[in-house]
């Protein structure tokens, strides 16, 4: 298998990892079955829930998907209540970026220093917790931005330690050959979140009050504790020996990406996909100008709900590519495809087409999670997998933030047609480069 890489991108770094994913997997069917026939060929993959622990972690992301968008919404509209003002939402977001990307990069270390478990109890209940102060807050009628504010800190901080460690569980809980399946699963899960969360909140605010937005999270994080109470011990491999989570131990994470090309280029082309082609800052002054003779607040929701309704559908028919085995080459054609759409998009006077190429760019944004995802789990060893998720959050986090910018920029000074079609023929031009330069990534296969 020439990848470019070392072996221990491909395969458990030594014994003692594969004896430990099997241990840490529950018994089960295995993974091999006939060839799926009719429209089961097109279905998402369900193989890794006939792994018990997989299914509780997964399980359990189903509540709290939809469960974190309430609080999501609650607090930017109870900081506007509060203070009538869109900048102060802005400044809130802002708040808690901070400690999400510092405490992603030190909870990835974190997550490879100690038992995965039991840093995602200790997490999952912070963030329980978290959530029951913003419903204590409410509730009372304290009314102060600087609270909701530290505690939206706090709550990203708690999200930051907990986001690696719940990633790289998977690893240990399905077989190499189910991670595309199960990184399907979980972004399906997470994306119909984004969807179904904040109209459950539009519609829950006007019945039960804003406050109990914040009650129902905490209530849905119990379920994530319980769920995560009955996975098996993921104490680090190799022994007992301790581990540090210091600032040598993240420094060293970052020198395992820059070793190994095809994790380096796996999150190259996250941000080239989001911070050259995310055009969500333009979609307001695209609902006015361009599609508002189609209703200024049906064209602004229709293109925020497009994207990730198209990662939902291909979620839904991930069966047509999760079992797929040349995962490099997935990514790159998946960026390629969300630059094309992103350019069709930005191309397109009709609203409907335009929809129509924001709902394919959601595809293969969903293409793109599940086999960049795959290629963190599989091409990492275990001891480096916390910090390889905890660098991807942050980057998650950061790409649209960084394309919210340039392309905020870029729309003032060259109109938003202009930039959202520009942004996405660099997302093409780049990728393919990147592709053509370093074979690193279009030669990784499990």
């Given amino acids: 298998m020439d990848t470019g890489e070392s072996s221990t991108d ?7 990892e594969a004896q430990a994913r099997a241990q840490d997997q529950a018994p089960g069917p295995a993974s091999a079955e006939p060839p799926r026939r009719g429209w089961r060929r097109w279905a998402m993959d369900t193989r890794p829930l006939r792994r018990p622990a997989y299914r509780r972690l997964w399980t359990s992301t189903i509540v709290t998907a939809v469960g974190s968008q309430l609080t999501a919404v609650a607090v ?14 802005g400044y809130a977001s802002l708040a808690g970026l901070l400690p999400l990307v510092v405490f992603a990069l ?9 038992d995965r478990r039991k840093l995602l109890l200790v997490t999952n209940s912070g963030i329980a917790v ?23 800190a706090l709550q990203q901080a708690f999200f930051g330690l907990n986001s690696p460690a719940r990633t790289a569980s998977i690893a240990r809980l399905v077989p190499a050959e189910e991670l595309a399946a199960a990184n399907a699963l979980g972004s399906t899960v997470t994306q119909t979140g ?11 605010i006007p019945v039960v009050g804003l406050p109990e937005l914040y009650l129902i999270d905490a209530v849905a994080l119990c379920v994530t504790v319980w769920a995560v109470v009955r996975l098996p011990a993921l104490p680090p491999l190799g022994g007992p020996a301790v581990r540090r989570a210091g600032l040598r131990e993240i420094a060293a994470g970052f020198r395992y990406i820059a070793l190994h090309k095809v994790l380096l280029l796996s999150f190259l082309a996250d941000v080239v996909a989001m911070v050259l082609g995310m055009p969500r800052a333009l979609f307001p002054q695209l609902a006015a100008e361009t599609y508002g003779s189609y209703g200024e607040g049906l064209a602004l929701g229709l293109l925020f709900a497009a994207i990730p309704v198209g990662a939902v559908a291909g979620g839904l028919f991930s069966g047509t590519f999760s079992r797929a085995r040349r995962h490099g080459l997935m990514v790159i054609g998946a960026v390629v495809a969300w630059g094309v759409a992103i350019t069709g998009f930005g191309l397109s006077r009709s609203l409907w087409i335009a929809v129509a190429f924001l709902v394919l760019a959601g595809v293969a944004d969903m293409v793109s999670m599940v086999f960049r995802g795959a290629i963190l789990l599989s091409a990492a060893t275990d001891e480096m997998r ?20 340039l392309h905020g920029t870029a729309g003032s000074a060259f109109g938003p047609r202009t930039a959202v079609a520009g942004g996405g023929l660099l997302v093409v031009v780049v990728m393919l480069a990147l592709a053509a330069v370093s074979p690193a990534l279009r030669r990784h296969r499990v």
């Fill in 130 to 152: 978290t959530s029951l102060l913003f419903w204590v807050q409410a509730v009372t009628g304290f009314e102060s931005v600087g609270v909701l504010m530290v505690l939206l």
């Fill in 10 to 16: 491909q395969q458990p770094s030594n014994r003692a």
């Fill in 386 to 405: 916390g910090r390889m998720q905890g660098v991807f959050t942050v980057v998650v986090a950061g790409g649209p933030r960084l394309a919210d910018v």
């Fill in 194 to 204: 984004l969807v179904a969360g904040p109209l459950l909140a539009g519609a829950l």
């Fill in 76 to 89: 930017p509209k109870q900081i506007y209540d509060i203070t009538g003002s869109s900048a102060w939402v």
């Fill in 106 to 114: 030190w909870g990835g270390a974190v997550a490879d220093s100690v």
